[in-house]
């Protein structure tokens, strides 16, 4: 089955610690990006990758880390910079930055 | 700075009937618009899609319009099915990155 898998589904840490989100891809899609969402807001992009080695920061990058080693993968480290991480984290991926991406099941982060 | 707005929050609508979902949108150079759906605690899921070369994108039970020159997208559901009650988000890009609207909740009445 082809598909996005995001792990855990929920993740709970301590205040201070940074944290990695898992998401994986097996679509052969070039582009990935992780989206952040709170309650009553839309998703808002935090970082995404156009090709392996390549990443841009979205519209809330600070206190978020990424790496794109894989063409497959594209973790998330959530750093105990980021002011309010308690939220559900999306992973996304698509053939091409700007064509209909495919989204995970999502991570729930609580920190407390 | 919202770059895309669904001004409802929520809609609710008779089975059976139509339901009629809203965006708006400030930037002139979306070109792409996509409309997801999605369930509590769930990735959203890619419902239909719409170029700026259309004014019209039909798939199934689903249609999408696009006036441009309001910069305003709608999304039709008919015959609305209970099963299609969930959150309803649509996004634009301009070749980049997508930018998505807050949601509209629909709840489909039986």
């Known amino acids: 089955d082809g598909g996005i898998t995001q792990s855990p589904k929920y993740l709970f840490r301590k205040e201070g610690q940074n944290v990695t989100l898992s998401c994986e891809q097996n679509?052969?899609?070039?582009?990935m990006y992780w989206y952040r969402q709170d309650p009553g807001q839309g998703l808002r992009l935090i970082y995404y990758?156009?090709?392996?080695?390549?990443?841009q920061k979205g519209d809330i990058a600070e206190g978020y880390s990424v790496s794109r080693e894989k063409k497959e993968s594209f973790p998330l480290t959530v750093t105990s910079a980021q002011k309010n991480p308690t939220a559900f984290y999306l992973c996304?991926?698509?053939?091409?930055?700007?064509?209909?991406?495919?989204f995970g099941q999502g991570t729930r982060l609580t920190v407390v | 700075d919202q770059q895309v707005k669904q001004n409802s929050p929520s809609l609710s609508v008779q089975e059976g009937r139509i339901s009629i979902l809203n965006c708006d949108y400030t930037?002139?150079?979306?070109?792409?618009f996509l409309w997801y759906k999605k369930y509590p605690a769930e990735g959203p899921t890619f419902l239909i899609s719409?170029?700026?070369?259309?004014d019209k994108n039909e798939d199934g039970r689903f249609t999408v319009f696009l006036n441009k020159s309001a910069k305003h997208l709608s999304l039709h559901i008919v015959p609305s099915q209970p099963g299609d009650s969930a959150v309803y988000f649509c996004?634009?890009?301009?070749?980049?990155?997508?930018?998505f609207g807050t949601g509209t909740s629909l709840t489909v009445i039986p």
């Open positions: 719409i170029s700026s070369i259309k």
């Open positions: 996004a634009a890009s301009a070749g980049n990155q997508f930018y």
């Open positions: 679509l052969n899609h070039d582009a």
């Open positions: 930037n002139s150079m979306f070109d792409y």
């Open positions: 996304a991926s698509s053939r091409r930055v700007g064509s209909e991406a495919f």
């Open positions: 990758s156009q090709i392996v080695n390549d990443f």
